[in-house]
């Protein structure tokens, strides 16, 4: 994500973290700590697996509470009664802050793209990603878009391949790549990538640039957004305007026809508009994290990059253990708890705010043996943590999975070698609380034959 906003996150960015060697060092969310969570969440699953911050619940008299072993976090997500969803701005994406009437009341837009209307209960938050967004980006939708994926890469790959043997694999291949898959599914112009990248990244800016654990931007942030995020708005209505009139084979036009038959009615164009800015927000920078950290640990394994070379059927096992190690959302502070709980002996008052660390689940001892290290062979890889589980889980691992598999299957077949450029990365990443590196150099050989 370049930096794309009138505010000065300089210092956020140039920021040099500390490695904390005890628990009285360990910051997730201080300055520069990004580089160094892998430790941090060494030292809290040893030392204090449910850290208390606080103040920071859901109310001023209430706090924050950082989960980070995986069988907590299993147990929470798949309890959505005891942890439902809180409802503050950073909670539901971002998406809706600002968007209230002057009596500070949420407004029906507001309402509508949080998906309260579509999905007011848990039975019919199953029917809204069964009827709704599996088609398109679930794991049952998302195989028929193989072709189009296919195209994608291929398109990227022949950009540079017979140009040089370097690039900057994040601008050449990892972010574009979801932009262009996402803009077809939904059936938006190509023309308008440079346009919708720039609003994609305002959709995350609150979970990059924004502060502690509940991504907390200043008023100043949240008018500027809120300005960007009000002409993408004008913009996704025009596109649901021109579907309804003219439908084509999209998910903007499938979402104006649809009769929800949970509801046994047909959305209105302020759902409509919910279910896309969802798409928006949670399909682009998310898997071009998870590209660029493949490809960071495939430079820097050769033998790893000939094992998938070797067997291709491998390829889907390597995208989930790259997910897992480097999991591009590594926390939200997505529940919190309906009543008085417990946790590991640690009280947990009713109002708090559970920050769920899915990145340190990931890398906790206690599930995955030796954690750190790429295992193709680890039994059920998939049951990482990397997009949530139970009935919250994302909607969109289907499209990502897809991406991932796609883009190494090509790049694999395509390519003999890929090596890190000497000299030219320092492997930094972006502030907040997604894992998502700046840029990746690359020197690559053509495969032959
Ligand atoms: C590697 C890529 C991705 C990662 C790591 C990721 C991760 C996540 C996580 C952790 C959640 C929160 C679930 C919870 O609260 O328990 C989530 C929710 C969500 N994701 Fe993804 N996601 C990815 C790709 C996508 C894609 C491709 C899309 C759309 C096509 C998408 C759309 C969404 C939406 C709409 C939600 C909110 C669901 C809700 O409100 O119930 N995500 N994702």
Not at 24 to 33: H, K, P, S
Not at 102 to 131: C, F, Q, V, W, Y
């Amino acid at each position: 994500m370049t930096q794309s906003t009138a505010s000065d996150y300089s210092e956020m960015i140039n920021a040099v973290g500390k490695c904390p060697i005890d628990l009285g060092e360990v910051d997730l969310f201080g300055a520069g700590q990004q580089e160094h969570w892998p430790e941090s969440y060494k030292i809290l699953h040893e030392e204090s697996p449910v850290q208390r911050i606080p103040g920071e619940g859901s109310t001023p008299d209430t706090d924050g509470f950082v989960i980070t072993k995986y069988q907590d976090i299993y147990d929470i997500v798949r309890d959505p009664q005891t942890f439902p969803q809180p409802g503050f701005a950073g909670a539901d994406g971002g998406g809706t802050a600002g968007m209230s009437t002057e009596d500070g009341e949420p407004s029906a837009l507001a309402d509508a793209m949080a998906l309260n209307t579509l999905r007011p209960n848990l039975e019919l938050h199953k029917a809204h990603r069964i009827e709704l967004t599996d088609p398109w980006v679930g794991a049952t939708g998302a195989p028929r878009h193989r072709p189009m994926v296919t195209k994608f890469v291929d398109q990227l790959i022949d950009n540079w391949i017979d140009k040089g043997e370097e690039i900057e694999f994040v601008e050449d291949f990892a972010a574009p790549l979801p932009q262009l898959v996402m803009t077809t599914i939904l059936g938006w112009p190509l023309e308008d990538i440079d346009i919708l990248r720039k609003w994609g990244q305002a959709q995350v800016r609150r979970f990059v640039y924004g502060k502690g654990h509940r991504n907390i931007m200043s008023d100043e942030e949240e008018l500027e957004n809120a300005r960007d995020l009000g002409e993408f708005m004008e913009y996704v209505q025009e596109q649901v305007t021109r579907k309804r009139r003219d439908p084509q084979e999209d998910m903007t036009s499938f979402l104006t026809q649809v009769t929800y038959k949970a509801m046994n009615r047909k959305l209105t164009d302020n759902e409509v508009i919910g279910v896309l800015f969802g798409m928006h927000i949670g399909g682009l920078e998310t898997t071009q994290y998870a590209i660029a950290a493949e490809a960071e640990l495939l430079a820097q394994n050769p033998e790893l990059w000939r094992e998938l070379k070797a067997d291709r059927s491998k390829i889907r096992f390597f995208a989930e253990e790259g997910m897992r190690i480097h999991a591009p959302t590594q926390g939200l502070s997505t529940r919190m708890a309906a009543k008085d709980v417990e946790i590991r002996g640690v009280p947990i008052p009713k109002g708090s705010i559970l920050h769920l660390r899915y990145g340190a689940a990931n890398l906790d001892a206690e599930e995955f043996n030796c954690p750190a290290e790429v295992d193709l062979t680890r039994p059920n890889t998939g049951r990482h943590m990397t997009f949530s589980q139970g009935i919250r889980v994302c909607p969109g691992a289907g499209i990502s999975r897809l991406e991932q598999n796609i883009a190494w299957e090509r790049l694999v077949d395509r390519l003999e070698t890929i090596e890190l450029a000497p000299g030219k990365n320092d492997f930094r990443h972006q502030p907040g609380i997604m894992l998502g590196l700046w840029e990746l150099h690359l020197q690559f050989t053509k495969a032959t034959g």
